[in-house]
């Protein structure tokens, strides 16, 4: 069976049970059978169930899983070799129903990873340096706004404060609004963060970054 079509039977058995409520959903054996349980799960969730993706090492585990918090549905994904079995118990028939998939060409996928802290090394690598205590400052933005004042050297607070510096983001953290005593600014860059350290390196130069500012001093 070609694995792209593998791929969309295990995403719509997830469409399935999803509609049934809770699935506990886990793998072994491979990085295939992972990316199929992946394939599951994002069924289920897209159908409003919850997927419970859970590290338990055998199907018999997933099942009592399923049992004692009362969930739906359990499905395993088990693969040896080029060969995939799926156990799934907990829809029509309360028992297990193995199935095995043939595949013709080695059992192996592309890599799925999660790179963590992500927002740290944004931060970080943008903000550079600290350069001293720059005061109170509030932030409105993506969590990594945050930590790269922090890493420059102002106090954020968690609320609005009066004499507080307002550094504001938009949603996907490209573009910086800054409001101060002296007005608007809108630093440039290629994201916000970059926008923030350029300001933090020239605060004498602030208004410059205005396009209304600039459009004065042009006249």
Not at 49 to 61: I, L, S, V, Y
Not at 172 to 187: H, K, N, T
Not at 191 to 203: F, I, K, N, S, V
């Amino acid at each position: 069976m070609d694995r792209t079509q593998l791929g969309r039977e295990f995403y719509e058995l997830g469409l399935r049970l999803g509609r049934q409520g809770t699935v506990a959903i886990g793998s072994g054996g491979g990085a295939l059978a992972r990316t199929l349980a992946r394939a599951v799960g994002c069924g289920v969730a897209l159908a409003g169930g919850e997927a419970k993706f859970h590290d338990g090492g055998c199907a018999a585990c997933g099942a009592w899983l399923a049992g004692y918090y009362d969930f739906s549905a359990s499905v395993f994904v088990r693969q040896e070799r080029a060969a995939v079995s799926l156990f799934l118990s907990g829809e029509r028939e309360k028992r297990f129903t193995p199935r095995s998939i043939q595949e013709s060409e080695a059992a192996c996928t592309g890599e799925w990873d999660l790179l963590a802290g992500a927002d740290c090394a944004w931060a970080a690598s943008r903000a550079g340096d600290y350069r001293g205590e720059l005061g109170p400052a509030c932030a409105e933005g993506p969590k990594a706004l945050t930590l790269a004042l922090e890493r420059l050297g102002y106090e954020v607070a968690d609320r609005s404060v009066s004499s507080a510096v307002l550094f504001k983001t938009d949603p996907e953290g490209f573009s910086l609004q800054i409001e101060d005593g002296a007005g608007l600014f809108c630093p440039q860059g290629v994201d916000a963060l970059e926008g923030l350290a350029d300001y933090a390196q020239r605060p004498q130069a602030v208004p410059a970054f205005g396009p209304e500012e600039n459009e004065k001093t042009q006249s």
